[in-house]
């Protein structure tokens, strides 16, 4: 939250005129915003997780404790969408699904969730969402759900069983277990990062990858008979 604060009274400082005096107060006080290191960021996760299962296992005791969220759960699992995002692709669907225009957002032909098609959205500033890959089956299940209220609602009906929260942590899982199918830019673009990468943003066009859907659907498979 600090470095968030800092940049706050930043802006502010400017808008004011008094940004040169707030430099001076930073200095004098030794403060600055600079986040964690990218080494520390990796410790993290290495120490955090000893089971590589351990995701798993928590989504299954999610769907468990909370069976309405099952089917939700599994689209988590199988897309590595950020969470809010994966709670506005499940709500799209079921809503679409009823107004008989799903095909505007699911490509039965390819089994991907078409997100770029809804930019508003799916397509933020930081945060992007482009395509994601789900079994058909998967989708019409989603169809026969009711929608969520929102991600507070989620959360909070997960704690009240006394779980941690791991949403995050899901979309951690699949990026990697992924890496035994697809290559870096791949999981990139299935997770929505872009980079600035001249590559990236010049030459790289999954469309041409003929075969990343079947690959990526290997992944799927594995990844849903963990969730089970």
């Known amino acids: 939250m600090r470095p968030n604060v800092l940049k706050a009274l930043s802006a502010l400082a400017k808008f004011l005129g008094c940004y040169e005096d707030w430099k001076v107060l930073l200095k004098n006080y030794g403060l600055g915003w600079v986040g964690r290191s990218a080494d520390d960021v990796i410790i993290d996760r290495l120490t955090r997780t000893v089971d590589p299962d351990e995701v798993w296992g928590w ?19 199988v897309t590595g969408l950020r969470f809010t995002e994966c709670v506005e692709s499940y709500n799209l669907i079921v809503r679409l699904h009823k107004e008989g225009k799903l095909d505007s957002y699911y490509n039965v032909d390819k089994e991907a969730l078409e997100h770029y098609r809804f930019k508003e959205i799916f397509l933020r500033n930081t945060k992007k969402a482009f395509v994601s890959f789900v079994p058909e089956d998967l989708v019409k299940r989603i169809c026969m759900s009711e929608s969520l209220p929102d991600a507070e609602y989620v959360k909070k009906l997960v704690q009240r069983r006394h779980l ?12 990697t277990l992924m890496t035994k199918y697809l290559k870096e830019s791949e999981i990139n673009f299935l997770h929505g990062r872009v980079s600035s990468s001249v590559f990236m943003q010049h030459y790289f066009n999954p469309s041409l990858i003929g075969d990343l859907k079947e690959r990526t659907f290997k992944g799927i498979t594995e990844i849903l008979g963990k969730v089970q």
């Open 59 to 77: 989504v299954r005791l999610v769907k468990e404790a909370r069976p309405e969220f099952s089917v939700f759960m599994d689209l988590l699992a």
């Open 164 to 175: 941690p929260l791991r949403f995050g942590d899901v979309r951690e899982a699949h990026g």
